[in-house]
């Protein structure tokens, strides 16, 4: 087996740093313009994805369709209110035993 090891214990690059790299230097340090650019690809990926649809005709005005995930957002709500229940009785619970 020649050649020795890929890896070398003296200098190992992580993959975050490599990718924050990419970002900031993607436009010459113009982080603004580097996000624009995702934002730009990110919507346009979605546009073409298996859901979208494509209709023919005159558009009179623009209009957005959204499909929620009811379970999900009501366990999402659900979750908020019992982690906020919990946290403020015990901060009442500290601060009724603290006044006694």
Same mark, same amino acid.
């Given at each position: %087996?020649?050649?020795?090891?890929?890896?070398? @214990? @003296?200098? !190992?690059?992580?993959?975050?740093?490599?990718?924050?790299?990419?970002?900031?230097?993607?436009?010459?340090?113009?982080?603004?313009? !580097?996000?624009?650019?995702? @934002?730009?690809?990110?919507?346009? +990926? %979605?546009?073409?994805?298996?859901?979208? !649809?494509? +209709?023919?005709?005159?558009?009179?005005?623009?209009?957005?369709? %959204?499909?929620?995930?009811?379970?999900?957002? =009501?366990?999402?709500?659900?979750?908020?209110? =019992?982690?906020? !229940? +919990?946290?403020?009785?015990?901060?009442?619970? #500290?601060?009724?035993? =603290?006044? #006694?």
């Amino acid at each position: %087996m020649g050649g020795g090891s890929a890896h070398n @214990a @003296a200098y !190992t690059v992580k993959a975050q740093d490599v990718i924050g790299d990419l970002v900031y230097w993607a436009n010459n340090g113009d982080i603004l313009k !580097t996000f624009d650019q995702i @934002a730009q690809s990110l919507t346009n +990926h %979605m546009r073409s994805g298996p859901q979208s !649809t494509d +209709h023919i005709g005159r558009v009179l005005r623009n209009e957005l369709y %959204m499909r929620v995930d009811w379970p999900w957002l =009501a366990y999402s709500v659900a979750l908020l209110v =019992a982690v906020s !229940t +919990h946290v403020l009785s015990r901060g009442r619970d #500290e601060y009724i035993s =603290a006044k #006694e």
